[in-house]
């Protein structure tokens, strides 16, 4: 197992705030997508893109909660770092502490597969399928 990376709070703070910003984002980004597929189902007759659509919106329900959780655990882990801030006051620019790699790593996951949906969705859009 390696040894886990030292960083500074400052950093992982901002990092965070980050993370809230995009993960809003996508959320609002998602509602956006719900509604234009609202918008265009009328326009599909056939059983196979009637499916189609079904399955983006289950999709978009799917990434609401994977992004609903996610912004729980960052600001989980902001109240945690809080609470280290307190403890730790006058040590907090010199002295640096664990990472969040395993939080990191579920946001670059959940970034990937987002971009993955939204690349398919949008295909879908304009052509159909």
């Given amino acids: 197992m390696t040894e886990q990376a030292k960083v500074y709070l400052s950093d ?3 990092e965070h705030m980050q993370w809230l910003s995009e993960l809003r984002f996508w959320d609002e980004e998602l509602n956006s997508f719900n509604k234009r597929l609202e918008e265009v189902v009328g326009r599909y ?3 196979e893109k009637k499916a189609k659509v079904e399955h ?3 999709r978009f329900v ?4 994977a992004i609903n959780k996610l ?3 960052v600001n989980q882990h902001e109240k945690v770092m809080a ?3 307190e403890r730790h006051l006058e040590d907090l620019e010199t002295m640096p502490i664990d990472d969040h790699d ?3 790593d579920k946001i670059e996951t959940e970034k990937k597969l987002y971009l993955e949906l939204k690349s398919e969705y949008y295909k879908f859009l304009t052509h159909g399928n």
């Fill in 56 to 58: 983006f919106h289950n």
């Fill in 12 to 14: 992982l703070h901002f």
């Fill in 102 to 104: 395993l939080l990191r």
């Fill in 45 to 47: 007759t056939e059983n």
């Fill in 71 to 73: 912004v729980k655990e």
């Fill in 62 to 65: 799917l990434h609401h909660n």
């Fill in 83 to 85: 609470r280290y801030a």
